[in-house]
């Protein structure tokens, strides 16, 4: 049976589920130090799509180029479903790095990571690919300012 196993990413490491992915995890690991030394912005390891949501959502994140994000509204409305879905959905990749869940964002901030090193990761990676969002750094809250959301007065 195939043994999840880590791969060194721009941040930290990523660990992946070897039975997503059609390579070794020597493999794998290789792409991924080409992919950190900027020698290679995609992955050519075949990846076995689960057949659900999740696998639909999959193929959408594969399909966001290097260098560009889309927000989980994008996704959404690709897909014929809700925001909050395709979140859950990326939060189920078994395979991050390979299956880039990292280029897609909130539309306020990064939002979320299930990866290892949670969005401080995230924000790492985006960051190697040129591909942060302007709000990140405050969107999310993680650089320590607070915003206040005023609602219109309901009569």
């Avoid at 794998?28 to 020698?39: I, T």
């Avoid at 990749?93 to 299956?99: E, F, H």
């Avoid at 401080?120 to 591909?131: I, M, N, S, V, W």
Wanted: glycine fraction near 14%.
């Amino acid at each position: 049976m195939d043994e999840p196993f880590t791969v060194p990413t721009p941040g930290g490491t990523l660990t992946l589920d070897a039975t997503w992915v059609a390579a070794t995890p020597g493999e794998v690991r290789e792409q991924a130090a080409e992919y950190d030394s900027g020698e290679r912005t995609t992955f050519d390891v075949g990846v076995r799509y689960p057949d659900s949501f999740t696998g639909e959502v999959m193929r959408a994140m594969a399909a966001i180029p290097y260098g560009e994000t889309r927000t989980y509204g994008d996704l959404a409305d690709r897909l014929g479903t809700s925001p909050v879905a395709v979140g859950g959905a990326c939060g189920r990749n078994p395979v991050p790095l390979v299956v880039p869940c990292h280029r897609v964002v909130g539309a306020d901030g990064l939002r979320g990571f299930s990866g290892d090193g949670g969005v401080d990761q995230k924000r790492a990676l985006l960051a190697h690919e040129g591909a942060l969002p302007d709000a990140a750094e405050s969107a999310d809250g993680r650089d320590g300012t607070t915003r206040q959301l005023t609602l219109p007065d309901v009569e």
